[in-house]
């Protein structure tokens, strides 16, 4: 079975700097992929990045860049430059191949507090 | 800009009393998702529909109906609401590609007095 492992109830990070929010995973299939989403609260889930098992580079989107160790099972999202705005709740999701379209398995989330 | 809508944003009903939640696209994916967000804790598929399949989760209570009847909309039903139904409900779409990405819809937040 697949799970999503997120350690980090909360965290809070000085505005402009760096934080880096944890996740592993575990599957026994050897392709997968990972996604990461932010929730404010207004609800709505917003796709932010994904890395594929074969990926060989990190994935970058603009100031979100994903730490992927396969060999730890980690897929760790980086977050440089912090802004007010990244205050959110952020999951860290597993795809499951249906064979079509894909089931998300999610982490429980880390809720972000990003301080002025 | 193409999008997923979710209408109402906040719906209040009755226990008891049957409610329809609406969703739709703009994007042209074959498959649709719906999600169940309760507070705190993270979202759980309820079922989806590859172009006109439907696909229940196994642990999906019979309470909860879904209705595609084109590509671009998607209902869901909650037949008889009990105060446990009150939550966030997401709708999220995607490709038929295992590998493509869901997104998702701003979603709407049932109240079950």
């Known amino acids: 079975a697949q799970k999503i492992t997120q350690t980090q109830p909360g965290m809070f990070v000085q505005e402009k700097e760096a934080v880096t929010l944890d996740c592993t995973y575990d599957t026994s299939d050897p392709s997968y992929g990972l996604f990461w989403y932010k929730q404010p609260s207004s609800g709505e889930m917003i796709f932010l990045i994904y890395q594929g098992s074969y990926d060989q580079q990190n994935a970058t989107e603009g100031r979100y860049s994903l730490n992927f160790q396969k060999a730890r099972k980690s897929a760790n999202l980086v977050i440089s430059a912090s802004q007010l705005g990244d205050s959110a709740m952020y999951f860290c999701a597993m795809r499951r191949d249906m064979g079509y379209g894909n089931k998300l398995v999610f982490g429980a989330g880390t809720i972000l507090r990003v301080k002025s | 800009d193409a999008m997923v809508i979710q209408n109402p944003r906040y719906q209040v009903t009755q226990f008891g009393k049957p409610v329809t939640l609406s969703c739709s696209q703009t994007l042209n994916h074959n498959v649709m998702y719906w999600y169940q967000q309760k507070s705190s804790q993270a979202p759980k598929l309820l079922f989806h529909y590859y172009d006109k399949d439907f696909n229940n989760e196994a642990d999906t209570p019979d309470n909860f109906q879904s209705r595609r009847p084109n590509t671009s909309f998607c209902f869901l039903d909650i037949r008889s609401p009990g105060l446990g139904d009150a939550a966030m409900y997401l709708c999220?779409?995607?490709?038929?590609?295992?590998?493509?990405?869901?997104?998702f819809g701003p979603g709407t937040r049932l109240t079950v007095l």
């Open positions: 999220a779409t995607s490709n038929r590609q295992a590998t493509d990405t869901q997104y």
